[in-house]
């Protein structure tokens, strides 16, 4: 499939011996002029002229912004605590993936152009001057983060790389070194609602699809309205949830529980995505404009209440600074969450017992959960501390009869990122991505040959498409991966549904 | 920007090797792209890029997975209306090497 080897898996995690420079080659491509110029990004496919003032001048600006970042860039004692954390460092060996040598990329500079000793004595405190290579390693290697921050977790400062990350790839972009893949996404949210660029007809015509589907399926007509002028709820999901596989069959889960919980809802299609790429590449400004879509059309629609999909990132942004972002969110309803995770919505429906539920539809498969890192180290799905990881598993126990968690030391606010996360979910990316899925990859085989899953259910785009993409190359098949409201959906049983089944099942028996 | 050259014409290509002009598209190129990743197009082959184009014209954008394996069940057989199907015609991937060779843009996002 391509030419690196996938890393071997162990029965116990092994922490790898290091091989400097093992990644130095991998690097996305860099955006040319014509995505650069959509985000107000100066260059075409390189570094700008002047680029080196423009660096140090940008970094200023940040460090005066942003008191995280200069308290990142001072703080750190060198303990060693995170340099086994990072999963792109447990999957490739490469020492520039230990999160502390990821951030003294930056801290570097920024010890000789801000601190009395890198200004005197730079090669006492390890500081080195802004050139080329120094940019372009940069380059390379904060694309080799996905922020996931587990090595935060670990660190006992709470230093959190994935900040660094963004501040570094902000600075790059406005040197002329922006992603080709965040970079082309973004400006198809402002000019046609969503990441993938999927045109209203389109969506139309796909969510008829799925009305078609489900009522084949059931014998009862579920809607999948959209831009439904005042109905109470306005559900934001990942585009991905329309387009591709296992993504859609949790989609159809969404819409069942909405049906059987007899509440109106619809779909927008100016704000028909979920994802925020804006904190993927570290800007306030990106972020802000991609929330205000939702605000939009919240009001445009006369919505009462936000739901969000099944999304990391989107419900880091959403749940830690949509009211910051797009707010005052005064004119919605104020007795529910806003926004509320899909999953709350869920759980609640499941807890008053409006949802008929017949578990045994799942017994085909043994479920584990992986916690997307988003969800797991940024929000809550709830109102408790720690809801982020019973609500997902509490909703499957629900559903399903048969689940066992992975090992400790890999789930909840430990859990390992799929790999593809923060930007990096591109094909340019895919020997990366294949080798920081590893000890993901590891903790589910584990539970495989221990408890005899079959299935690993997650609430991610990302890591679904990630997922699929990355299992076969350790031998297990993409279909492993499921939705967790595709488990919802498939356990429903819908008010009339069957009726039909049950009338020829009479039939049958009459003759 | 790169270029494919096939039979004295040059195709411009972005960094990945799909078309940056969809009106360039002709089956010489879509057979030169499948040759280069020794994929041997048959006539099932054509039929999910001829559908691929129909939809692209009608809709501005590559069909969903699902609406792509309807489509497909419908018109060749409900055995072939799936993603395995589709796999086995396409190893990386319907939505990605079908579309290349069809001279559609890649589909983007969390994807």
């Given at each position: 499939?391509?030419?690196?080897?996938?890393?071997?898996?162990?029965?116990?995690?092994?922490?790898?011996?290091?091989?400097?420079?093992?990644?130095?080659?991998?690097s996305p491509f860099v955006a040319s002029a014509e995505f650069q110029s959509e985000m107000g990004f100066p260059g075409d496919g390189g570094l700008i002229e002047g680029w080196k003032d423009r660096f140090l001048d940008l970094l200023d600006d940040k460090l005066g912004k942003y008191r995280s970042l200069q308290v990142f860039m001072?703080?750190?004692?060198?303990?060693?605590?995170?340099?086994?954390k990072c999963h792109y460092f447990l999957g490739t060996s490469d020492p520039k993936n230990m999160p502390v040598a990821r951030q003294d990329l930056l801290r570097k500079?920024?010890?000789?152009?801000?601190?009395?000793?890198g200004k005197y004595f730079p090669k006492l405190v390890g500081a080195i001057d802004l050139t080329e290579d120094v940019v372009n390693d940069m380059y390379s290697y904060y694309h080799q983060c996905s922020e996931c921050r587990r090595c935060a977790v670990f660190c006992p400062f709470g230093i959190d790389t994935a900040e660094v990350t963004m501040a570094a790839r902000d600075i790059l972009a406005q040197v002329g070194l922006g992603q080709k893949y965040s970079n082309q996404i973004i400006p198809k949210v402002h000019k046609i609602g969503n990441n993938l660029g999927l045109p209203e007809?389109?969506?139309?015509?796909?969510?008829?699809?799925?009305?078609?589907?489900?009522?084949?399926?059931?014998?009862v007509k579920v809607r999948f309205p959209l831009d439904e002028k005042g109905a109470d709820i306005l559900l934001v999901t990942p585009s991905a949830d329309f387009f591709a596989e296992p993504h859609v069959d949790g989609l159809m889960g969404y819409g069942k529980v909405f049906h059987a919980a007899g509440v109106s809802w619809t779909l927008s299609s100016k704000a028909s995505e979920a994802a925020n790429f804006g904190l993927f590449i570290g800007s306030y400004e990106q972020m802000r404009q991609v929330s205000l879509r939702i605000r939009d059309a919240a009001k445009e629609l006369g919505v009462k209440r936000i739901v969000f999909g099944e999304c990391g990132h989107a419900w880091r942004v959403a749940y830690n600074h949509l009211n910051t972002l797009a707010?005052?969110?005064?004119?919605?309803?104020?007795?529910?969450?806003?926004?509320?995770?899909?999953?709350?919505?869920?759980?609640d429906c499941l807890d008053r017992g409006i949802l008929n539920i017949d578990k045994s539809q799942n017994d085909d498969m043994t479920l584990t959960f992986h916690d997307s890192c988003n969800i797991a180290r940024a929000s809550r799905i709830g109102a408790e501390p720690g809801s982020q990881f019973t609500t997902p598993r509490e909703v499957i126990k629900a559903v399903c009869n048969n689940f066992y968690d992975m090992s400790a030391d890999t789930?909840?606010?430990?859990?390992?990122?799929c790999g593809g996360g923060g930007g990096l979910l591109t094909d340019d990316l895919m020997e990366l991505r294949v080798k920081g899925a590893l000890p993901r990859m590891e903790s589910l085989k584990n539970v495989i040959a221990d408890k005899g899953v079959t299935h690993m259910a997650a609430i991610c785009a990302i890591c679904k498409s990630q997922f699929t993409k990355v299992l076969?190359?350790?031998?297990?098949?993409?279909?492993?991966?499921?939705?967790?409201?595709?488990?919802?959906?498939?356990?429903i049983i819908l008010d009339g549904q069957g009726d039909d089944a049950d009338e020829s099942d009479d039939a049958d028996e009459a003759a | 920007m790169a270029a494919i050259e096939v039979n004295g014409k040059s195709y411009e290509v972005d960094e990945e090797g799909y078309l940056s002009d969809l009106n360039q598209w002709d089956k010489d190129v879509a057979e030169a792209m499948a040759n280069a990743e020794d994929c041997k197009l048959t006539d099932e082959h054509w039929d999910i890029i001829n559908f691929l184009r129909e939809y692209y014209e009608e809709y501005q954008i590559a069909p969903a997975v699902r609406v792509l394996t309807k489509a497909v069940g419908k018109k060749l057989g409900k055995d072939k209306g799936n993603s395995k199907y589709l796999y086995e015609l396409f190893p990386y991937g319907p939505g990605k090497q079908a579309c290349k060779y069809a001279g559609l843009p890649k589909p983007t996002g969390c994807v």
């Amino acid at each position: 499939m391509a030419d690196f080897e996938t890393p071997q898996t162990h029965e116990f995690p092994v922490i790898p011996t290091v091989m400097e420079g093992a990644m130095a080659h991998s690097s996305p491509f860099v955006a040319s002029a014509e995505f650069q110029s959509e985000m107000g990004f100066p260059g075409d496919g390189g570094l700008i002229e002047g680029w080196k003032d423009r660096f140090l001048d940008l970094l200023d600006d940040k460090l005066g912004k942003y008191r995280s970042l200069q308290v990142f860039m001072d703080t750190c004692v060198k303990c060693g605590a995170c340099t086994d954390k990072c999963h792109y460092f447990l999957g490739t060996s490469d020492p520039k993936n230990m999160p502390v040598a990821r951030q003294d990329l930056l801290r570097k500079v920024y010890r000789r152009y801000h601190t009395f000793a890198g200004k005197y004595f730079p090669k006492l405190v390890g500081a080195i001057d802004l050139t080329e290579d120094v940019v372009n390693d940069m380059y390379s290697y904060y694309h080799q983060c996905s922020e996931c921050r587990r090595c935060a977790v670990f660190c006992p400062f709470g230093i959190d790389t994935a900040e660094v990350t963004m501040a570094a790839r902000d600075i790059l972009a406005q040197v002329g070194l922006g992603q080709k893949y965040s970079n082309q996404i973004i400006p198809k949210v402002h000019k046609i609602g969503n990441n993938l660029g999927l045109p209203e007809k389109a969506l139309a015509d796909t969510l008829e699809g799925l009305e078609e589907d489900v009522e084949d399926d059931t014998g009862v007509k579920v809607r999948f309205p959209l831009d439904e002028k005042g109905a109470d709820i306005l559900l934001v999901t990942p585009s991905a949830d329309f387009f591709a596989e296992p993504h859609v069959d949790g989609l159809m889960g969404y819409g069942k529980v909405f049906h059987a919980a007899g509440v109106s809802w619809t779909l927008s299609s100016k704000a028909s995505e979920a994802a925020n790429f804006g904190l993927f590449i570290g800007s306030y400004e990106q972020m802000r404009q991609v929330s205000l879509r939702i605000r939009d059309a919240a009001k445009e629609l006369g919505v009462k209440r936000i739901v969000f999909g099944e999304c990391g990132h989107a419900w880091r942004v959403a749940y830690n600074h949509l009211n910051t972002l797009a707010g005052p969110w005064d004119f919605l309803d104020q007795s529910y969450p806003i926004p509320q995770h899909i999953l709350e919505f869920t759980k609640d429906c499941l807890d008053r017992g409006i949802l008929n539920i017949d578990k045994s539809q799942n017994d085909d498969m043994t479920l584990t959960f992986h916690d997307s890192c988003n969800i797991a180290r940024a929000s809550r799905i709830g109102a408790e501390p720690g809801s982020q990881f019973t609500t997902p598993r509490e909703v499957i126990k629900a559903v399903c009869n048969n689940f066992y968690d992975m090992s400790a030391d890999t789930i909840h606010d430990a859990t390992f990122c799929c790999g593809g996360g923060g930007g990096l979910l591109t094909d340019d990316l895919m020997e990366l991505r294949v080798k920081g899925a590893l000890p993901r990859m590891e903790s589910l085989k584990n539970v495989i040959a221990d408890k005899g899953v079959t299935h690993m259910a997650a609430i991610c785009a990302i890591c679904k498409s990630q997922f699929t993409k990355v299992l076969p190359y350790y031998g297990m098949t993409m279909d492993q991966i499921v939705s967790v409201h595709q488990l919802v959906g498939n356990a429903i049983i819908l008010d009339g549904q069957g009726d039909d089944a049950d009338e020829s099942d009479d039939a049958d028996e009459a003759a | 920007m790169a270029a494919i050259e096939v039979n004295g014409k040059s195709y411009e290509v972005d960094e990945e090797g799909y078309l940056s002009d969809l009106n360039q598209w002709d089956k010489d190129v879509a057979e030169a792209m499948a040759n280069a990743e020794d994929c041997k197009l048959t006539d099932e082959h054509w039929d999910i890029i001829n559908f691929l184009r129909e939809y692209y014209e009608e809709y501005q954008i590559a069909p969903a997975v699902r609406v792509l394996t309807k489509a497909v069940g419908k018109k060749l057989g409900k055995d072939k209306g799936n993603s395995k199907y589709l796999y086995e015609l396409f190893p990386y991937g319907p939505g990605k090497q079908a579309c290349k060779y069809a001279g559609l843009p890649k589909p983007t996002g969390c994807v």
